[in-house]
Structures are given as C-alpha cells and as structure tokens.
C-alpha cells in the first residue's frame, strides 16, 4: 500500500492536528480504516471522556477517570449502569464521591502511625475518602513500589485490610515525587490503550504509537486487519503479530502451532528413515524387520493395515512439507532481499554517479525492493492459507493468482540483481519501473479475491476457523 498523500489524509476532530490519520476510504476489500495516534492524541481522549463522563454524572473528575478505568473505558455501559444503580458501581468501583473527604496532608494530634508506629506531633498524614489514615512515608513507599516495582495504575487500593478504596490520580501526584507520578501516567496511558477493544499499541520496537480500527473481534473470521504505523511497521491489528494477509488470524494461529509441533516430526523422519529399496516402504535407517514387515515375507493383514496407516500418514506429512517448505523459502528470501537494501543503496549511488539522474529519480530501486519484500510475505501467507483450503473450483483460481504472483516477484527479484550499465541505466529503470507496477497488481489482485471470498464466506476450510 503506497503512503497517503496529503490530500488522503484525514484528520478527527477529537485529536491534536498532530495525530496522524490514515486511509481515508476503504478502497478495496482487504484494506481497512485506521487511525494512528501519538501519546498526546491518547491523553487528550482521556481527558476527554473524563470531562464528558464528569459532567453527565455529576461528579469530580477524578473519581469519573476511576470509574472509566473500572468500565474498562466503556462510556456507555458505564453510563447506563450508574443510571440504573449508582450506589452499587461506586462500591463495587471503589470510589466514594463525599466532596468532604478530599484527601489531604494533614497533622493530627495523637496519631499513631499502625504501619511504622510514628506518633511524632508533627507527622504527616494522608487518609482517602474511606477514612483510613497512615503517615505519609508510608503512603510515599506504598504507592512507589506500586507505581514502580508492581507497574500498578488502574488498581491501587487503600493500604487497609479489606478496603477496596482506589487511590485516585490526584492523590498520587499529591503524594509521590514527580518521576514516580511521571510512570504512573505512563502505566495509565497504556491500560487506555490496552482495555480498549478498537485501540492497538503499535508492536514495533520502541515506538510510542498507537493504531484505532474500529474492527470488532467478531469480524477476525472474514477479514484481516493489516495497519500500517507511521514508523512504517506493518501488523495485523486483530492479533499484533506481522502482516499475515490473507490468512485471517485464526488460521495463521494454527499454522503456527502445527509447525512448532510438527517441525521436529519432519525433521526425525527426513533424517532417520529411508525407502526400502525392494518395497519402498518408509523404514527406519539400520533397521529392516518388524512384527509384520519383511522383505522376503509377506503378512497380508497386518501388513495392509499398517501400509494404509503409514501411506495415510506419510501423505499428510508431505503435503503438509510441500506448503511448510514453500512457506519456509519465502520467509528466507524476504530476510535475503532485506539486505538488498544496502545493495540498493549502493546501486542508487552508483546510477547517480554514472547517469544524470538525481538522488529522487533513482528511489525507484528502494521503492522495487519495498514492493519484492512485502510481496514475499504476501507469498508465505498464501501457503498457510492454502494449507488449510479445501479443494475446489475457487482453490484452482487461488492457486492460478498465487502462480502468477510468484512468477512475477522472482522476475523482479532476477532485475534488481542485475549488475548496472551505464549506456543501459534507461532501459533497466523502465523495466524495474514496470515490473515493479505488475507485480504489485499481482499482489493486489490475490488479496482482493482471498478478501472478497472471506466476506463472501466462498472459502470452504478444513478447519473450524471459529475455535
């Protein structure tokens, strides 16, 4: 998928002028609408709903932000509920709304500390709105060990036995130094992110981005939710892993396990057993006699039922090898073409060198590279998919536009290690140029048939893809 231009770009009105908005039409059926966020974009959504949530109920801002992260950011539900009974949400939310009882450091004459036992007269002391008071130093290492050892945010209880009393934002920054207040932020920042259902954490390494698509866990059976972050990390909205289309996340869940479980099978069997020469039976190597097999004997019955067992096992075992092994050398040959980046590279600078094109006009060969190496892991989803597809007239078709695909990236891949002649540069640019455009049609014309049959339900599977 090509970068947005400005004019794709969209923006919400609910975020800073910041956050970075794309896709604007869901133009083809395997593509979906999405959102990328940065943290400030996040934090002025919280605040947001807590403002809208504050008002409708009522309430201190505070205690709606606790009653938000209780609903899990529900705003509806939560709504809804409070409605219906707000005595019974607030108990079982934590959260006593008495304006009287904000808490305070205060000093009170004669108290006695029952965590460290302090009964100093001038000991500061701090008790939430249940009214359960400590000294301040205990609060400071309660909630600092919290923040900082447990990573807790959403649910930090009253240090009192059996008081389920959350210890709100504003009592935190009260109460802790401002590196500590700083992770604790964080920590909320990312429980917004993690409890709602249509907000992803972009899974790049480093990254501080977040992705909204609206694609419910319900649709993961009929479409596949690829997002693109703006630190270029193409994945899979619905499950965080890689760009895995067209296999829906189901699938490619399966596929994964039956490769971690079959793996060492395959490997066992190529390493150790051997065709019998006389008979062609699957014989382990050194070995040559069983219970019912002999060469110069023949066991009628219990040889023909382990010969069916065997010919049935031995079949499944090769064509699951026949897709696992496709699979295999494309993941390879996409981590090879990666490093054709650095040859790339080179190259770019070598054409600039010996041709009068500028250091734009010769992106086409990163651009060619881009194209190769996503096609490449298009290419390896499409043997998970097929694996599990089951034969048809439609699976003749799949098979036709995965061929043809295939053709194309290795014709590409064959261009790009071209060596460069300076009296040939135009003729090479044009027939990068070109075959870079078809295979990316190529590309696109798999995807949209796999999509289009997903939401059609034309796939007939031989797996249940709903468990």
């Known amino acids: 998928m090509s970068e947005p231009s400005d004019d794709d770009l969209m923006y919400d009105d609910s975020y800073r002028e910041s956050d970075v908005v794309a896709e604007k039409d869901r133009k083809k059926s395997y593509e979906v609408e999405f959102i990328v966020h940065p943290i400030q974009g996040i934090v002025k959504k919280q605040d947001e709903e807590v403002v809208h949530v504050s008002s409708i109920l009522g309430i201190q801002k505070q205690h709606a932000a606790t009653l938000l992260r209780h609903f899990r950011w529900n705003k509806e539900r939560l709504i809804e509920r409070y409605m219906d009974n707000s005595d019974d949400v607030l108990k079982k939310a934590g959260v006593i709304t008495d304006d009287s009882r904000v808490p305070k450091f205060v000093r009170v004459p004669g108290f006695v500390c029952e965590i460290c036992c302090d009964d100093d007269n001038d000991l500061e002391t701090l008790a939430l709105s249940c009214g359960h008071r400590f000294c301040r130093n205990c609060y400071e290492h309660y909630l600092t060990q919290k923040i900082k050892e447990e990573g807790e945010s959403r649910r930090i209880l009253c240090m009192a ?3 389920n009393v959350i210890v709100d934002e504003s009592t935190v920054e009260l109460a802790v130094n401002k590196d500590i207040h700083e992770r604790y932020r964080t920590l909320l920042n990312r429980t917004y992110v993690d409890d ?5 954490w972009c ?6 981005y977040a992705v909204e698509c609206h694609v419910p866990q319900t649709s993961l059976t009929s479409i596949v939710p690829t997002v693109e972050c703006v630190c270029s990390h193409r994945f899979c909205f619905g499950c965080g892993l890689p760009d895995h289309q067209p296999s829906i996340c189901m699938l490619v869940k399966k596929w994964i396990k039956k490769c971690e479980d079959d793996s060492e099978t395959a490997n066992w069997i190529s390493a150790h057993t051997k065709e019998c020469g006389k008979c062609h039976s699957t014989i382990e190597k050194n070995e040559h006699g069983t219970s019912w097999y002999n060469c110069n004997r023949y066991d009628e019955k219990s040889s023909q039922d382990a010969r069916d067992q065997q010919a049935k096992s031995r079949a499944s075992l090769e064509r699951y090898l026949h897709y696992y092994n496709r699979f295999a050398n494309h993941e390879q040959s996409a981590k090879l073409d990666r490093e054709l980046y650095n040859k790339t590279e080179k190259k770019m600078e ?3 060198q010996t041709s009068d094109l500028s250091w734009i006009e010769v992106q086409f060969l990163k651009k060619a590279v881009d194209i190769l190496v996503q096609c490449r892991m298009t290419l390896k989803w499409t043997y998970a998919f097929a694996f599990y597809l089951a034969r048809n007239n439609q699976t003749e078709i799949f098979e036709d536009n995965q061929r043809d695909l295939e053709m194309a990236v290795e014709l590409l891949s064959e261009l790009l290690e071209k060596p460069i002649e300076a009296e040939k540069i135009a ?3 044009q027939q990068v140029l070109d075959k870079t455009v078809y295979v990316a049609s190529r590309r696109e014309v798999v995807l949209e048939d796999t999509a289009k ?6 796939w007939e599977f031989q797996v249940d893809i709903k468990n």
């Open 350 to 352: 070598e054409m600039q």
């Open 196 to 200: 709602n259902e249509y907000l992803r």
């Open 427 to 429: 003729e090479l640019k």
């Open 203 to 208: 899974p790049a390494p480093s990254c501080e």
């Open 453 to 458: 049959g997903l939401l059609e339900g034309r």
């Open 161 to 163: 036995n059996n008081c």
